[in-house]
Structure formats: C-alpha cells, structure tokens
T-cell receptor
Framework: GENVEQHPSTLSVQEGDSAVIKCTYS??????FPWYKQELGKGPQLIID?????GEKKDQRIAVTLNKTAKHFSLHITETQPEDSAVYFC?????????????FGQGTRLTINP | KAGVTQTPRYLIKTRGQQVTLSCSPI?????VSWYQQTPGQGLQFLFE???????NKGNFPGRFSGRQFSNSRSEMNVSTLELGDSALYLC????????????FGSGTRLTVV
C-alpha cells in the first residue's frame, strides 16, 4: 500500500527566513498531494494542494513542487512569520477497496523564532 | 457556513468501556472519513462513509466501527477500550467522497485510563 515519508520531523527557522518540508511517496498511481497545517487544539486545515499533472503551484508565501519521476513533493514557505508555527502534514492519495483515501506523512513541527 | 462539528471535544473512559463519537459534516457534504491521530503513529485512516454505506476501511480491529445516518451525520464506536486507544479522533467531510477537499473537524480527544 501507499507509504508517505516526511522530513524533517522538526524544523526551527528565524522569522523572515524560508522553510522547506519534503515528502516522498511510494504509489506511482497517487495523483493528488495536499498539505495540511495543524495548530494546537485544532484539526488539520488544508493550505495548498497539487495534482499530478502540475509540477508547481504557488499561493502567496506558500508553494508546493512535485517531482513525479522521483515520487517526491515539497512545501516551501517564504518570509516566515510567527503564525506559521504549527505542525504540517503532507498526504498522498491511495486507492483501497476501490475507493480513494489520503495517506499522511508523520508531520513536521515548524517553529518560527522571532 | 458551519464547519465540521465533532462532539464531544474531550472524553475520559475506563479500560473495557465503550465510547461513541459524533461527527456532523459540512452541510451538503455526503462523505465522512475518520482518522485516529497519535504522536507515535500520526494520522491513521479508520473508515469512510458515503451515503450511509461504508466504502473503505483501514487496518483497525473490529472493535472500531461506525455508521452514517441519512442526514450524513456519522458516529464511530469503540468497544472494549484499551489504553492504546487514547488518541485524537478526527473526522473529515467532502462533498462527494474521495480525497479532494477534505475539511477536518477539531477532533475528539479520547483518554482511556
């Protein structure tokens, strides 16, 4: 079945610097790759996603890149701010019993230091 | 528009008891998926319901079950609770099922003592 690995598990950057989180997946049939942000006491919130027919997508300070050949995708946050501190999860689709579901990475705890 | 609502937010149960958690999806969403979140295992898929039918099930023992009602609200039940069932249980809804556009609730924090 699908396996998603995420690195690093923790990341600390200075405010204003960039942060990069990387994920690899195992199922070449995966075609959708969302990223979620989870703040303390809340459920994960979708922040950006990319489909397999696109190599890069950007939304203000956040961008995601996808390399289908290498089966990896990355989240880039530029000009980081204190409110970016949270746990970030990548995910990839998997088809189980004919129905699609998301398989998540283990998460990255991002800390922005003022 | 109201988001995904999970109740209760917190629960403390004793080993051997059973528990029922509730999830009300976004209005108009017909699919509800449940995930278990723990520090060691991350987010693990439990099951998905669409139009009152279980479409998909993760690798969890039969003590974990669920159902969906005609108004798309869903419940999950865990019987004979074990200490290892302590976790944050999250549900997510989508309009038509599948993986696109998951919206998560805030979860139910279950502690088994």
């Amino acid at each position: 079945g699908e396996n998603v690995e995420q690195h690093p598990s923790t990341l600390s950057v200075q405010e204003g610097d960039s942060a990069v989180i990387k994920c690899t997946y195992s199922d070449s049939a995966s075609n959708y790759f969302p990223w979620y942000k989870q703040e303390l006491g809340k459920g994960p919130q979708l922040i950006i996603d990319i489909r397999s027919n696109v190599g890069e997508k950007k939304d203000q300070r956040i961008a995601v890149t996808l390399n289908k050949t290498a089966k990896h995708f990355s989240l880039h946050i530029t000009e980081t701010q204190p409110e970016d501190s949270a746990v970030y999860f990548c995910a990839a689709t998997a088809v189980i019993q004919g129905a699609q579901k998301l398989v998540f990475g283990q998460g990255t705890r991002l800390t922005i230091n003022p | 528009k109201a988001g995904v609502t999970q109740t209760p937010r917190y629960l403390i149960k004793t080993r051997g008891q059973q528990v029922t958690l509730s999830c009300s999806p976004i209005s108009g969403h017909r699919s509800v998926s449940w995930y278990q979140q723990t520090p060691g295992q991350g987010l693990q898929f439990l099951f998905e319901y669409f139009s009152e039918t279980q479409r998909n099930k993760g690798n969890f023992p039969g003590r974990f079950s669920g159902r969906q009602f005609s108004n798309s609200r869903s419940e999950m039940n865990v019987s004979t609770l074990e200490l290892g069932d302590s976790a944050l249980y999250l549900c997510a809804s989508t309009p038509r099922g599948g993986s696109y556009g998951y919206t998560f609730g805030s979860g139910t924090r279950l502690t088994v003592v």
